[in-house]
């Protein structure tokens, strides 16, 4: 079985963006903001902390969503499984802390 390297449809190269994205932007979005939080510590909650994780979550849904329906819909391209499996390893990072919140609380 040949898989094609690009999408051929827009729903696929939206899953690949929203992939790639997720893992690097938001990635250097918490990087740019993690001498932000390292303030006074006088705050209870770093806010950029927060949003940087956030905006980690929206994307990671997103890519989730659009690379599921691009492959219910046929798309079988590399640049697919990619961005799903970019989108996969930031998405299950976020699930294994919460996880281990919820099981093992402080």
Known sequence: MKR??????????????????????????LALLGPLVQGDGSRPIPIPLVLGVALEVVLTVAALIAGVLALKRGERSWFNLVGLALALTVGGFWLFIALGEVLLPH
């Open 4 to 29: 094609p390297l690009q999408p051929s449809s827009r729903l696929g190269w939206r899953a690949f963006w929203l992939g790639f994205a997720t893992f690097f932007w938001g990635r250097l979005l």
